[in-house]
């Protein structure tokens, strides 16, 4: 067993450690990003990236039944953050056609993986949220974040020089 913030006890295999367990693999990948050679501004960018991941990884520890804790807050400004972020790498990538296969190099192989982990944990807090409310802006947040990082491998691809590889599905 393993406590949440306010104290209650619950399984280590409860939905909500396993929620936040994912987005804190979530923010590791990231982390790992960042040590590769990126552009200044995203590694920017994916530090409060991080920051955020930190705020809902402390909103899903805590303990639902306890109102009077103190918790950083994820606000529509950080979700439109996102989307302006994603607008700006779109405006400057060719237009996708096709579905492309993951890879690229190595920084963008790990923003597919980090992207893979993003949607993991996505589904892993929709089922929270079946058992227990979660704020929306939570789930609104990592459904715009793994577009984010879909887009971002595309322009770290792009300013490598990369190739994206089209599926070519047989038959």
Request: glycine share 6%.
């Amino acid at each position: 067993m393993t406590s949440l913030l306010g104290g209650s006890r619950v399984w280590k295999s409860n939905v909500r450690i396993d929620a936040y367990g994912t987005v804190d693999e979530l923010n590791s990948y990231l982390g790992l990003l960042r040590n590769h050679q990126i552009d200044v501004g995203h590694k920017k960018f994916l530090i409060t990236i991080q920051e955020r991941l930190f705020t809902i990884g402390a909103s899903l520890a805590a303990d639902p039944t306890k109102d009077n804790l103190v918790k950083p807050d994820l606000t529509i400004k950080d979700v439109e953050v996102l989307e302006n972020q994603i607008d700006q790498m779109d405006a400057r990538l060719p237009e996708l056609k096709n579905f492309i296969l993951p890879g690229g190099n190595p920084a963008s192989s790990i923003c597919h993986i980090a992207r893979c982990v993003c949607r993991r944990a996505e589904r892993i807090i929709v089922q929270l949220n079946a058992q227990e409310a979660v704020d929306p802006l939570i789930i609104q947040y990592m459904n715009r974040l793994s577009d984010h990082l879909f887009t971002l491998s595309r322009d770290i691809s792009n300013s490598s020089g990369s190739e994206e590889i089209v599926w070519k599905p047989r038959g």
